[in-house]
Nanobody, 119 residues
Framework: QVQLQESGGGSVQAGGSVRLSCAAS???????????IGWFRQAPGKEREFVAL???????SYADSVKGRFTISRDNAKNTVYLQMNSLKPEDTAIYYC??????????WGQGTQVTVSS
């Protein structure tokens, strides 16, 4: 497995921006450029939901709720995936997790980082 560590969360007012980072480490980190990495979030009392993902070929996919506001990118030299979140809304408040896709599952998860958006 690969170890993933999120960072960059915090508190921001509605309309603001936050950039999250997901850094990979471990014995297989040289394979990072080929990893498909997804971002998920879980708000209090709600189920975890998909936010965005990025493939090894830099293909991306977004949840409808964040399209046009969030951008996922990667820096393979740093073994890091980023989630740039703009025009934040109170409903974006959640714990954000990154995870590595393995087949149809996600087999490695970070511990999460809290993002709080106040109105």
């Amino acid at each position: 497995q690969v170890q993933l560590q999120e960072s960059g969360g915090g508190s921001v007012q509605a309309g603001g921006s936050v950039r999250l980072s997901c850094a990979a480490s471990g014995p297989f980190e040289s394979r990072f450029p080929w990893y498909v990495i997804g971002w998920f979030r879980q708000a209090p009392g709600k189920e975890r939901e998909f936010v965005a993902l990025i493939g090894g070929s830099i293909t991306t996919s977004y949840a409808d709720s964040v399209k046009g506001r969030f951008t996922i990118s990667r820096d393979n030299a740093k073994n890091t995936v980023y989630l740039q979140m703009n025009s934040l809304k109170p409903e974006d408040t959640a714990i954000y997790y990154c995870a590595r896709q393995a087949g149809r599952e996600y087999d490695s998860w970070g511990q999460g980082t809290q993002v709080t958006v106040s109105s």
